[in-house]
């Protein structure tokens, strides 16, 4: 089974610029993730979509950072502008659902490898 | 909201010893506790979770202990080799559905098992 899959894997911009991530979940899973991980921190979640529709965007700076999942598959999260402090791996990750008396298979998410921004 | 205390943040052992990863966290009401493996390059790997109404698990030379009335939890690997050299992470979250699902994870310890 393929994995959650990102790019890019790497980026550098300068501060005030604009970036984007994509995302595209395991074939199937209907809850995906983003988060946002500083160095020598552990991963953030950002936003959690369940299909096309938001479940929690409680942790993201809504006056820098979007994201979407039109069609309930891929996903893409963007920065404009950025900042300095914006420097970090931002993982995607998915889950078959997000559900009260499922079993930890259903819930369990998995990650991508990230991609590692570095604004200047 | 909850916290996610995780303790030490480095950890070196010798290949055959044990290793011991505690965690403290403080909403009453989380109710499940997984563990991450992150290697070099790569995102989190699910290694193994508990939820409250267990006291331990174990999974080959991995187990997970939870005390709930002191609300900590902690990792326990036996007889490590250097391939579970990596940064671990715990998280804990309210159990599932909607945000309750959502993971607040401790900031990791990188563990190096020395050949």
């Known amino acids: 089974e393929a994995g959650v899959a990102q790019s890019p894997r790497y980026k550098i911009i300068e501060k005030r610029q604009s970036v984007a991530f994509w995302c595209n979940p395991i074939?199937?899973?209907?809850?995906l993730y983003w988060y946002q991980q500083i160095l020598g921190q552990g991963p953030k979640l950002l936003i959690q979509f369940q299909n096309n529709g938001v479940v929690d965007d409680s942790q993201l700076p809504k006056d820098r950072f979007s994201a979407e999942r039109l069609k309930g598959v891929d996903s893409t999260l963007k920065i404009q502008p950025a900042k300095l402090e914006d420097s970090a791996v931002y993982l995607c990750a998915s889950s078959l659902g997000s559900r009260e008396g499922r079993t930890s298979s259903y819930n369990e998410q998995f990650f991508g490898p990230g991609t590692r921004l570095t604004v200047l | 909201g909850e916290n996610v205390e995780q303790h030490p943040s480095t950890l070196s052992v010798q290949e055959g010893d044990s290793a011991v990863i505690k965690c403290t966290y403080s909403d009453s009401a989380s109710n499940y506790f997984p563990w991450y493996k992150q290697e070099l390059g790569k995102g989190p790997q699910l290694i193994i979770d508990i939820r409250s109404n267990v006291g331990e698990k174990k999974d080959q030379r991995i187990a997970v202990t939870l005390n709930k009335t002191a609300k900590h939890f902690s990792l326990h690997i036996t007889e490590t080799q250097p391939e579970d050299s990596a940064v671990y992470f715990c998280a804990a979250s309210r159990g599932y559905g909607g945000s309750q699902g959502n993971l607040i994870f401790g900031k990791g310890t990188k563990l190096s098992v020395k050949p």
């Open positions: 074939s199937g899973h209907a809850t």
